[in-house]
């Protein structure tokens, strides 16, 4: 029987459609099992689902894809899906309650609020999360879970929302099954995986360069301060390689091997060939490719200020992430520009993945994150189904007399008997293979399998200690 549960998680971007499946112990920790990709080119601009039908088409295949993976018995019933786009910000909302004076202030009554405050009406836009910022209790600052006696409750929230219309375009793509549990903002699950503690209290810029939008979101004293999004990405970089009279395949191919956000060094003007035969002079891609990730950069820039915030806070610097965040010295050219430390963004090192996807973990931070975030079981277990003969005639079945009926009972009866002796003898010989090896272990010292008990205990202990909106 399986003690642990299934997690599914889908993401719709510009480019191509990840899914991702994996299995959460019961404290926690997530080993994944598999990711998939669909490509996708133009049935999503900026997060909205222009083309649902195409849309639709390629995730039913994703989730084939996925449910290869863990057998025709199981089946995928419900994914978490991450969502995004253009209009994706966070809004400051306040809450003030009174209460009876000496009233335990408990945390199911903040969740209670938090929840509520998610129902609350925005002309012309959705609440996607809640997420909370602070609490005082009879202007007292209330930290962790402990309850606080007061009268007074006033807690602030960034309210992160989208257009009304975001989510209903996501939400056509999932006709039938599998259902949706629940839509997830990726920014929010992104630097829930890619930002330590550690960073989230010191302070520090997380950025995720996608196709077609760049996402800035600011953390400090471990709570979110700013989330915005900037309508540009690596797709735009993409385009203006096009306007060298290359196709789109070419000009991608260009921009991913080589493209640069920065000089380094004298640069000499060669000739440079595609896959179709195609040719443009090296300076002439250095200069769009330049001209466009600057202009990226300026915005990202920019957001210092509107954020009110002074980089020097920034104790962890600057993260990037993102396929656009790929280009080659971008976080050199990030840090000359923005006047701040800048590193690529990773798998935090209390994760815990499977062997074979830790060396592509950086590439697929959004869906991990995704994955990370489920708490609900996404897969059923499909009933055996006992295949009849076919073309054979069914025999009349009559009815057992009370005699039969008595040595049938006693036949299973029997059978049970033996079924738990033999149970009985598979414990006990597990047991004392089991104190074997321990034994063996004690004198060899822990070996592989201990070495990998220990580091998912580790793993455990860090994820239950930690304090977050999921």
Do not use: W
Request: one cysteine or more.
């Amino acid at each position: 029987m399986d003690t642990e549960r299934y997690i599914v998680a889908v993401e719709i971007g510009s480019s191509k459609i990840t899914g991702a499946i994996g299995t959460r112990s019961l404290k926690g920790v997530v080993t994944v099992l598999g990711v998939d990709t669909e490509p996708l080119t133009g049935s999503v601009k900026r997060g909205f689902v222009v083309n649902p039908d195409e849309v639709s088409s390629k995730v039913k295949r994703l989730i084939r894809k996925l449910n290869n993976r863990i057998g025709a018995s199981k089946k995928i019933k419900q994914v978490y899906v991450g969502i995004g786009g253009q209009s994706l910000h966070a809004e400051d909302h306040m809450i003030s309650r009174d209460y009876p004076e000496g009233t335990p202030i408990t945390e199911d009554i903040i969740k209670r609020l938090q929840e509520e405050a998610r129902e609350m009406p925005i002309a012309g836009a959705d609440i996607l999360e809640v997420v909370r910022t602070g609490v005082l209790v009879d202007d007292k600052p209330k930290s962790g879970r402990e309850e606080i006696e007061g009268s007074n409750l006033k807690m602030s929230l960034k309210l992160i929302v989208a257009r009304d219309d975001l989510k209903k375009s996501v939400f056509r793509c999932f006709s039938g099954e599998p259902s949706v549990v629940r839509y997830i903002p990726t920014t929010l699950s992104t630097a829930y995986v890619a930002l330590s503690n550690e960073d989230r209290q010191a302070g520090v810029m997380l950025v995720d360069f996608g196709a077609e939008t760049t996402t800035v979101s600011i953390y400090k004293d471990g709570l979110l301060r700013y989330l915005s999004t900037i309508p540009l990405g690596g797709y735009n970089i993409t385009c203006d390689i096009m306007t060298l009279k290359v196709t789109e395949p070419e000009a991608e191919s260009f921009k991913v091997r080589l493209g640069s956000a920065k000089v380094m060094g004298e640069e000499s003007n060669i000739t440079l060939r595609g896959e179709s035969s195609s040719e443009i002079k090296s300076l002439d891609l250095s200069k769009v490719v330049k001209a466009r990730i600057e202009e990226i950069v300026a915005n990202v820039n920019a957001h210092f200020e509107y954020a009110k915030c002074d980089r020097k806070s920034l104790g962890a610097g600057m993260v990037i992430v993102g396929g656009a965040s790929k280009l080659s010295n971008l976080a050199e050219l990030i840090a000359e520009k923005c006047d701040i430390r800048v590193r690529k963004g990773a798998l935090r090192q209390d994760m815990l993945l499977d062997v074979a996807s830790q060396s592509k973990s950086a590439d697929y931070l959004q869906i991990l994150g995704l994955l990370y975030c489920g708490k609900e079981n996404c897969v059923e277990v499909l009933p055996k189904v006992v295949d009849e003969p076919e073309d054979e005639p069914h025999e009349e079945v009559k009815p057992l007399s009370p005699k039969e009926k008595r040595a049938q009972e006693k036949a299973q009866e029997k059978a049970e008997q033996e079924r738990r002796k033999r149970e009985a003898a598979d414990a006990k010989r597990e047991e004392k293979e089991r104190k074997k090896r321990e034994k063996e272990e004690k004198v060899k010292g822990p070996g592989l399998f201990g070495k990998l008990k220990e580091m998912v205990k580790k793993a455990e202990n860090l994820l239950d200690d930690e304090n977050d909106n999921f």
